[in-house]
């Protein structure tokens, strides 16, 4: 079956911009995860998804934003970009967390660049 | 590809060798820690995880340790081939926190495999 697809691949936006990025997961998987990785701070959590429902949130700014959709794709949003949140965005999907299947399968990420 | 870490540990192995890539986690709350592997220009791919009511678990070639006492995590590869040289992460999940799927990234060791 296919795997998560995370589109697009590469981005470039300047400074003061916003930007979207897409996840679709594994089909039936229900929870969708973002993940910040940079060479400096390694990979860090931003939010978990499930069932459309914000269920976990990391150590970010609020200019960085999520939601689900009703057929599990998720899409972040980063607003007001600034230099530092150029990264590889890299999403994560499971079946369902918690105390069910726990292994998450992660896409090949969005190259966004901030200049 | 992407530059994952510019300035990770590297461990250099011969192939045929075995190798040991070691983690030291943080919270001695986290109750479930799972190995990735990431190949430049790919996202994590899992490789074995194990829950803390364990010490040992194998895989095909790869066995995960467990010493919760020192918060201590490692990765064993036997015979190790140049295909398995890529960065490897361990991530640990914090107990209570709403979900697996919040995890929490080590900073990552290269694993260079050398002919």
């Known amino acids: 079956k296919a795997g998560v697809t995370q589109t697009p691949r590469y981005l470039i936006k300047t400074r003061g911009q916003q930007v979207t990025l897409s996840c679709s997961p594994i089909s039936g998987h229900r929870s969708v995860s973002w993940y910040q990785q940079t060479p400096g701070q390694g990979l860090q959590f931003l939010f978990e998804?499930?069932?459309?429902?914000?269920?976990n949130k990391g150590n970010f700014p609020g200019r960085f934003s999520g939601r689900q959709f009703s057929n599990s794709r998720s899409e972040m949003n980063v607003s007001t970009l600034e230099l530092g949140d150029s990264a590889l965005y890299l999403c994560?999907?499971?079946?369902?967390?918690?105390?069910?299947?726990?292994?998450?399968?992660f896409g090949q990420g969005t190259r966004l660049t901030v200049v | 590809g992407e530059s994952v870490g510019l300035h990770l540990p590297t461990l250099s192995v011969q192939e045929g060798d075995n190798s040991i890539i070691n983690c030291a986690y943080s919270n001695s709350a986290s109750d479930y820690f799972i190995w990735y592997k990431q190949e430049s220009g790919k996202g994590p791919q899992f490789i074995i995880d194990i829950r803390s009511n364990m010490d040992k678990r194998q895989g095909q070639r790869v066995t995960v340790l467990l010493n919760k006492t020192v918060k201590h995590l490692s990765l064993q590869i036997a015979a190790t081939q140049p295909g398995d040289s890529a960065v490897y992460f361990c991530a640990e999940t914090p107990m209570f926190s709403g979900g697996y799927n919040k995890l929490i990234f080590g900073a990552g060791t290269r694993l260079a495999v050398h002919p």
């Open positions: 998804y499930f069932s459309e429902t914000q269920r």
């Open positions: 994560a999907s499971s079946l369902v967390g918690g105390s069910g299947d726990t292994e998450a399968f």
